[in-house]
């Protein structure tokens, strides 16, 4: 199925970096969600964007959804092993379906 | 709130047995529930959309003989894998959406398929 273009596709960062991974697409979401999935589990959900330009923090999150609702992006302030994973965005459209993003494996060295 | 459980975790099976997961949503009602696959470092893929009380809607190239739903209540969906074989092992990962939020969806633990 379509996904969206997401980078970068791995990072390997040093413990108290901060992350900023980003998502594009050529089509217009009305929603845009950032998911974090650890090995062998269901994503869970970070942040849920409503509205174009919208800036929402949650904890050492932040995430905002594009001008042009093609776009957002997800920073991770002070990373921590626990940060370890892989995060997804996802756009909703019309129709309330999903579209995931191909993903971003984060790795924390201590 | 908003939590979704998918039984069994794991489960390995015969080729040509059939496996049956289960979805629930344990403190909402979900009129619509997505079923996922999802290979090794990949992302998620839909398989269907399953609505209450009708037919699922699959996606394209998705064999609706071979991947049986059911969403008969407001709170479960069952994915059946029929005639299993070893290129259907992968993670199944279902998700649904709470009728009172309807933007957004909460996903299971997800299900590890291996056929032997």
């Known amino acids: 199925g379509q996904q969206l273009n997401q980078s970068p596709q791995s990072m390997f960062i040093q413990e108290g970096e901060d992350v900023s991974m980003n998502c594009t697409s050529s089509s217009i979401f009305n929603t845009w969600l950032w998911y974090k999935q650890d090995p062998g589990e269901g994503p869970v959900l970070l942040i849920a964007l409503y509205k174009a330009g919208e800036l929402t923090s949650n904890g050492r999150l932040t995430a905002q959804f594009g001008i042009t609702r093609k776009d957002s992006f997800l920073n991770i302030s002070a990373s921590i092993p626990s940060d370890v994973g892989i995060y997804f965005c996802?756009?909703?459209?019309?129709?309330?379906?999903?579209?995931f993003g191909g993903g971003t494996r984060l790795m924390v060295k201590p | 709130g908003a939590v979704v459980s998918q039984h069994p975790s794991w489960v390995i099976c015969k080729s040509g047995t059939s496996v049956k997961i289960e979805c629930r949503s344990l403190d909402f009602q979900a009129t619509t529930m997505f079923w996922y696959r999802q290979f090794p470092k990949q992302s998620l893929m839909l398989m269907a959309t399953s609505n209450e009380g009708s037919k699922a809607t699959y996606e394209q190239g998705v064999e609706k003989d071979k991947f049986l739903i059911n969403h008969a209540s407001l709170t479960l969906s069952t994915l059946t894998v029929t005639s299993a074989h070893p290129e259907d092992s992968s993670f199944y990962i279902c998700?649904?959406?709470?009728?009172?939020?309807?933007?957004?969806?909460?996903f299971g633990q997800g299900t590890r398929l291996t056929v032997v």
């Open positions: 998700s649904a959406r709470d009728q009172g939020r309807v933007t957004e969806a909460f």
């Open positions: 996802a756009g909703q459209g019309a129709g309330n379906m999903l579209t």
